[in-house]
Structures are given as structure tokens and as C-alpha cells.
């Protein structure tokens, strides 16, 4: 059974840091592209971040060059790295990864939010 669980998020003030966690099981993790999402209150769930199995990486403008995705193959988890946080950063995270063209699994989210 595949299983995705974040962790990492909670309360900071604007111009901090915080990094999540996904770590997954029951799949083979390192042959894997890996996504990070997030849902701000009543918008839609929107693309962060996205590391293939080679370690490519791409990012949505609104985050790039503030966070960084990275994996660790041997503990089953990818991570998101948030720098200098902005209120407009403030959502519910969620990883995900594709096991098929039409079958994906997401984690239940951990929220992030960011003082003004």
C-alpha cells in the first residue's frame, strides 16, 4: 500500500525557514518523480516543486529561488526547503507521486503558515 506522509510545517514569521518532509512507502522510491503542492484557503492546488529520479528539478516562478526540493533515496523522502517565507506562502503542502498516467497518490498535507 503506498503511503505518503508530510511533515515539517507550522508557524513562522515572515523571512523565515522551514523544511518538509514526505517520506513514502510501498514503492520503489528511487525510480520515482517526486511533487510538492499547495492549496491556500478557497484557491486551487497548485504545482510548488518537482524532482525527477535524476535529481532534475523544477519549480513554480512564484518560488524559485526561495525553495528548494531535494531527495534522499536511502530514507524514502523528499524535502522541501523554504527560505524567506512570505504570508502569500501560507497553504496546506502536499506531496504527490504519479504510479501511473492515471493513478497518483498524495499525503495529507501539513500546513504552513506565515505571519505578517
Known amino acids: 500500500q503506498v503511503q505518503l506522509v508530510e511533515s515539517g510545517g507550522g508557524l513562522v514569521q515572515a523571512g523565515g525557514s522551514l523544511r518538509l518532509s514526505c517520506v513514502a512507502s510501498g514503492i520503489i522510491f528511487s525510480t520515482k518523480t517526486m511533487d510538492w503542492y499547495r492549496q491556500a484557503p478557497g484557491k486551487q492546488r497548485d504545482l510548488v516543486a518537482t524532482i525527477t529520479s535524476a535529481r532534475s528539478t523544477n519549480y513554480a516562478d512564484s518560488v524559485k529561488g526561495r525553495f528548494t526540493i531535494s531527495r534522499d533515496n536511502g530514507k524514502n523522502t523528499v524535502y522541501l526547503q523554504m527560505n524567506n517565507l512570505k504570508p502569500e506562502d501560507t497553504a496546506v503542502y502536499y506531496c504527490?507521486?504519479?504510479?501511473?498516467?492515471?493513478?497518483?497518490?498524495w499525503g495529507k498535507g501539513t500546513l504552513v503558515t506565515v505571519s505578517s
Open positions: 504527490k507521486t504519479d504510479i501511473t498516467r492515471s493513478v497518483s497518490y
